[in-house]
């Protein structure tokens, strides 16, 4: 059904009169009738009575004034409710980074980004590089926070932050945080290293691999029990600034080794689709990075999108 005949049914039962209605309708009194016409045989139905004094709505008419209305009204409410649906995040969103950053970034970022988009079911997930390198791939996750360099072509990838890496050692070690320590000094040390293909394992293998170095290994182990190993003296960990400030440092030493910085990145598959909760997700999450920064709690510098790696 043409949906105008209907207004025009309307304005006829408010105002009782073609000509009325014509005239404001800035249309002629006979094309008027004719779309009443019309609609009445649309309906199958007689919709008004005509008398010497004007139209009246018949039993019919009533019923279907009632039912105009409304669908009138619903109809007139689908645009906005549409364009609210355009710019509302929905739906599920999965997000990975490294369980370190917890303090310095996710938990203010999640916190953040469930109270603005309460739409989203998000799932969060903290695991090493490689892991949710792979979690991309497999569409388990739809965001990540990766460590640098990636060579897959897969990948979308923008800069997010550079931070120094710092050697952590027992308190008796000697190592101090106003006293930096040379890539070959590090080289020296036995190491407590997070397994291949991690991404800051690959990136202290390839400084050492610049400088004829190997690294030599004390063990390989996941984050969790890298703190007890030191304080237990089996070895020297490598760690990123924000590594440390889940750690308690007042039971270690640590000391910025020289030019050794990691560059994280924000990635996703680059052939899937990115979602208006995703979009959102990250720019809260470089809002999130730059303010953990603003404020103190990372020591790190960061990079905008078109900024490159220039250590």
């Excluded at 990975?96 to 603005?116: C, K, N």
């Excluded at 020591?299 to 900024?307: F, K, P, T």
């Amino acid at each position: 059904m043409n949906l105008r005949k209907w207004e025009y049914f309307l304005k006829v039962a408010e105002f009782g009169s073609l000509s009325r209605v014509a005239e404001k309708l800035d249309m002629s009194q006979p094309a008027l009738s004719r779309q009443i016409a019309a609609l009445e045989q649309e309906i199958g139905a007689s919709l008004f009575h005509r008398t010497g004094r004007g139209l009246t709505l018949t039993p019919a008419g009533e019923v279907f004034r009632v039912r105009a209305e409304a669908i009138l009204e619903e109809i007139a409410r689908v645009p906005g409710e549409v364009t609210y649906a355009a710019n509302t995040p929905s739906g599920r969103l999965a997000f990975g980074a490294p369980p370190f950053m917890g303090r310095v970034l996710t938990g203010e970022l999640v916190a953040s980004y469930v109270e603005t988009y309460p739409h989203v079911r998000l799932r969060v997930r903290g695991a090493h590089s490689f892991q949710l390198r792979e979690a991309i791939f497999f569409r388990d996750i739809d965001i990540g926070i990766l460590a640098a360099p990636l060579t897959e072509p897969d990948l979308h990838t923008e800069p997010l932050l550079m931070e120094q890496l710092y050697l952590v050692g027992p308190l008796d070690s000697g190592l101090s945080v106003d006293q930096s320590i040379s890539v070959d000094r590090v080289a020296d040390c036995p190491l407590i290293l997070t397994p291949r293909p991690d991404g800051l394992r690959t990136l202290i293998e390839g400084e050492f691999a610049r400088i004829g170095r190997r690294a030599k290994i004390a063990v390989e182990t996941e984050y969790a029990p890298m703190d007890d190993l030191i304080r237990r003296k089996v070895g020297y960990a490598i760690m990123p600034y924000c590594g440390m400030v889940n750690s308690p440092l007042t039971q270690f030493a640590w000391a910025p080794i020289e030019g050794l910085w990691v560059t994280w990145l924000i990635a996703t598959l680059d052939n899937a689709e990115r979602t208006l909760a995703s979009r959102r997700f990250i720019d809260m999450l470089r809002d999130a990075a730059r303010h953990s920064i603003e404020q103190g709690r990372w020591s790190a510098r960061y990079l905008n999108h078109a900024e490159k790696r220039d250590r």
